[in-house]
Nanobody, 123 residues
Framework: QVQLVESGGGSVQAGESLRLSCTAS????????MAWFRQVPGEDYQFVAK????????VLADSVRGRFAISRDNAKNTLYLQMNNLSPEDTAVYAC????????????????WGQGTQVTVGA
């Protein structure tokens, strides 16, 4: 059983930055591919980024490419999402997820999910 806890959310103004963290416990962190998803009220979770178990491969959604970066530190059991040049359209609950395999990683196929952290971006 893996527990995932997100932190780093908050309220910022457009153009500012935030870094989210997701700390894992309960199993060997490097066994899992990791991903970030986000959800706005009334909609399903949307894919943001994913990273392979070693950190050597990653994918970013078109909507965040060039502004966001995903990384991980397996020694610290932590996943990161660096978010730069934020816009009001990035306002959402951001949650991390873990999956033992990297391909076809979506919210429904994850093995474990965090509770999420709120990010609010003002105009």
């Amino acid at each position: 059983q893996v527990q995932l806890v997100e932190s780093g959310g908050g309220s910022v103004q457009a153009g500012e930055s935030l870094r989210l963290s997701c700390t894992a416990s309960g199993d060997t962190f490097s066994r899992y591919a990791m991903a970030w998803f986000r959800q706005v009220p009334g909609e399903d979770y949307q894919f943001v980024a994913k990273i392979s178990r070693s950190g050597g491969s990653f994918v970013l959604a078109d909507s965040v490419r060039g502004r966001f970066a995903i990384s991980r530190d397996n020694a610290k059991n932590t996943l990161y999402l660096q978010m730069n040049n934020l816009s009001p359209e990035d306002t959402a609950v951001y949650a991390c997820a873990a999956r033992t395999t990297y391909p076809a990683f979506n919210w429904g196929s994850a093995d474990y999910w965090g509770q999420g952290t709120q990010v609010t971006v003002g105009a």
